[in-house]
């Protein structure tokens, strides 16, 4: 008989990644403090705001939450962001499904079906366009997009006025929640399509190559591989987007009516909130209290942007395994 060989499976070894020339030590500490500083940072913002907004917590209570109320001139001031806290949530849902279907389109093309030529083109305009400040896309969905737009939400409520979603009462459809979530969608497509483009790239070649062999088309690989094996790393995607849709002020401010008024679901009605907004709106000529308030309502912003984009980064890290070896 011949004898068998040794299956013994070697231990991995153990790169050595502590920095050693003196060059590296000094990057080491700069990069590990700034990464701590941005840590400690946020941990300082938080304690500020919570300070600011003891006195609005403990007057409004757990009203200050659920409430529909905002009078600063009354006897005993009212602040309540209901209204504001349901409109974030609205139109950054809004944004989300916009953008999802464009950025991940991106995505595809640059990484499946553009040229390298035109694929590094397509993804210096896309980080260009995220770069953009908020202002200057406020502005523009101001004087530019507003009224087409508006034209879009006509012809919605003309085609799908029997829904409620679509519903008007007759007023116009400037100034709507539509038109916002359709700005906060164009700033937060280069966002997930950025992460996206990175998940489809890390995709074993070889996988696909397999489904084309066995027949697959375009359609069906993206379908049946390409979204399933990276849809844990387009969640986390969408995620930071969500966050950065929650907080965002200006370009919001320009484009939406804000009214104290919860409006559920008529995205085509002038009527509609966002604390961002709301902050922006009042601080300049707001009093002590007032002032309290609207800190509250930046705390409650920030920790909830803070658990979405935690579960964002706990989703995108779940999706790509591989980094912890790295």
């Known amino acids: 008989m011949s004898q068998q060989p040794d299956l013994k499976i070697p231990e991995r070894r153990k790169l050595n990644t502590a920095p050693t020339s003196l060059g590296d030590k000094i990057f080491f500490r700069v990069a590990s403090g700034a990464a701590n500083f941005s840590i400690v940072l946020v941990g300082l913002i938080l304690v500020f705001l919570l300070w600011q907004s003891?006195?609005?917590?403990?007057?409004?209570g757990i009203d200050f939450i659920f409430g529909s109320n905002w009078d600063a001139a009354a006897e005993t001031p009212v602040f309540q962001i209901g209204p504001m806290l349901w409109g974030s949530f609205l139109i950054s849902f809004l944004g989300?499904?916009?953008?999802?279907?464009?950025?991940?389109?991106?995505?595809?093309?640059?990484?499946?079906?553009?040229?390298?030529?035109?694929?590094?083109?397509?993804?210096?305009?896309?980080?260009?366009?995220?770069?953009?400040?908020?202002?200057?896309?406020?502005?523009?969905?101001?004087?530019?997009?507003?009224?087409?737009?508006?034209?879009?939400?006509?012809?919605?409520?003309?085609?799908?006025?029997?829904?409620?979603?679509?519903?008007?009462?007759?007023?116009?459809?400037?100034?709507?929640?539509?038109?916002?979530?359709?700005?906060?969608?164009?700033?937060?497509?280069?966002?997930?399509?950025?992460?996206?483009?990175?998940?489809?790239?890390?995709?074993?070649?070889?996988?696909?190559n397999a489904a084309k062999g066995l027949g697959g088309g375009s359609y069906s690989i993206f379908k049946k591989v390409i979204l399933p094996t990276a849809s844990g790393g387009v969640v986390g995607g969408v995620l930071l987007g969500l966050g950065r849709a929650l907080g965002e002020t200006v370009a919001i401010f320009y484009v939406l009516n804000l009214v104290f008024?919860?409006?559920?679901?008529?995205?085509?009605?002038?009527?509609?909130?966002?604390?961002?907004?709301?902050?922006?709106?009042?601080?300049?000529?707001?009093?002590?209290?007032?002032?309290?308030?609207?800190?509250?309502?930046?705390?409650?912003?920030?920790?909830?942007?803070?658990?979405?984009?935690?579960?964002?980064?706990?989703v995108v890290a779940k999706a790509q395994p591989w980094r912890k070896n790295q």
Do not use: C, H
Not at 273 to 293: D, K, V, W
């Open 96 to 208: 989300v499904i916009l953008a999802v279907p464009m950025a991940i389109a991106i995505a595809y093309f640059i990484e499946f079906m553009a040229s390298k030529a035109v694929g590094r083109v397509a993804t210096t305009l896309i980080d260009l366009l995220a770069a953009l400040p908020s202002v200057v896309l406020g502005l523009w969905g101001f004087a530019v997009f507003t009224p087409v737009a508006a034209g879009w939400a006509e012809s919605l409520n003309k085609a799908f006025g029997w829904f409620p979603l679509f519903a008007s009462d007759g007023a116009g459809f400037l100034a709507s929640p539509f038109i916002a979530g359709w700005i906060v969608a164009i700033m937060i497509v280069p966002i997930i399509a950025s992460i996206s483009r990175e998940i489809f790239s890390q995709i074993d070649r070889d996988l696909i």
């Open 54 to 60: 003891v006195p609005a917590l403990q007057s409004q």
């Open 261 to 314: 008024e919860i409006n559920w679901y008529e995205i085509l009605q002038q009527r509609g909130g966002s604390i961002a907004s709301n902050i922006l709106a009042r601080f300049g000529e707001a009093g002590p209290a007032e002032i309290s308030a609207l800190m509250a309502s930046g705390l409650v912003l920030f920790v909830m942007t803070l658990i979405i984009n935690s579960i964002a980064a706990w």
